[in-house]
């Protein structure tokens, strides 16, 4: 990472050379905690699969954006690209394009006239791979790749112009970042520090830029404990279930996102998004208006998170009873 005045502590992200099967599940996916694992793949057969995507023409749906940052928005938000005229208020929106013009706008942007105004960003967030663009480029055998492969969702495709920031958020799956092309900065704070980070009810923190920290306006985070590192190309980080990360982009960058196998951890963080979400679903089927529902479930959601964090589960449970009864 860049030399920043940091509130915070920081921690290097653990990184693994050819990690055996039972010391990834058992150290990692099982505790669910994060890592590097370095060099899967080797620079020829990255530079032939990145040869099969910028000659590809399959189209996929990208987002160009008006500013350096992913903004966590519903699709409906986003106008298409031919409207951007009558939407001046919008930052994003979306696109149609071929894989190898989303690259040429990533890369060289300068020479080409924009989609929406100069000096804009593009990106492509979770598209699904094409079938034609099979990776990883040479698969791991034995029980490490049965490992890293086994869940069969779609791939994920990420492309990522030049400066952007990803704000710090949280997924609710634990995911397997694949780095292709470029380099990543990643910075990964724990579930536990929930409430130092000042979460919203979107997943997202408050802190707009950890890089950029006003420490007396936010001084809980001086407790937090940030784990820093590096995605090289071939470079693959496993990403637990609900731990905040902040990424960004200094250059050109495509990865390539795949759901992680299972663990006690992830688990069992599931299990309680999973009751809370159908907790809210039956309460809603009773509200008078759902709307004003949601409002209270998103406050009380993101107050409970901070009080666990703070308080321990019992005394939460007590309080918000004490409150609500």
Not at 179 to 184: A, L, P, S, T
């Amino acid at each position: 990472m860049n030399a920043v005045d940091r509130p915070f502590r920081s921690v290097a992200l653990p990184r693994l050379s050819a990690p055996g099967p039972d010391e990834l599940r058992e150290r990692h996916f099982e505790p669910g905690l994060p890592c590097v694992l370095a060099g899967l793949y080797d620079a020829p057969a990255l530079a032939s699969w990145m040869t099969s995507f910028v000659e590809c023409r399959e189209r996929v749906r990208c987002v160009v954006s008006r500013q350096p940052e992913i903004r966590l928005i519903s699709d409906a938000e986003r106008p298409d690209v031919l409207d951007a005229a009558a939407h001046p208020e919008v930052d994003e929106f979306f696109a149609e394009l071929g894989l190898g013009e989303v690259w040429r706008r990533a890369t060289e942007s300068a020479g080409l006239p924009p989609l929406v105004e100069p000096g804009e960003f593009l990106y492509v967030f979770s598209a699904t791979l094409p079938a034609t663009l099979p990776f990883p480029p040479e698969p791991l055998g034995g029980e490490l790749g049965e490992l890293l492969y086994a869940d069969p969702r779609p791939r994920q495709l990420l492309v990522n112009a030049r400066g952007l920031l990803n704000r710090c958020h949280a997924h609710v799956h634990s995911y397997l970042l694949h780095q292709v092309h470029g380099r990543k900065r990643v910075r990964l704070f724990s579930p536990l520090d929930t409430a130092r980070l000042v979460p919203n009810p979107d997943r997202r923190t408050a802190i707009e830029d950890f890089d950029r920290i006003d420490a007396a306006r936010r001084p809980a985070v001086r407790e937090a404990t940030a784990y820093e590192g590096v995605l090289e190309p071939g470079d693959a980080l496993y990403l637990p279930s609900y731990w905040w990360h902040e990424i960004r982009v200094d250059e050109p960058a495509i990865s390539i996102g795949f759901h992680a196998p299972g663990g006690a951890a992830r688990d069992a963080a599931l299990a309680l998004h999973e009751g809370i979400a159908a907790a809210l679903a039956a309460a809603v089927a009773r509200a008078p208006d759902p709307r004003v529902l949601a409002g209270i479930a998103a406050t009380l959601f993101t107050a409970a998170a901070r009080d666990v964090a703070c308080d321990g589960v019992d005394a939460t449970v007590e309080g918000l009873r004490y409150s609500y009864e």
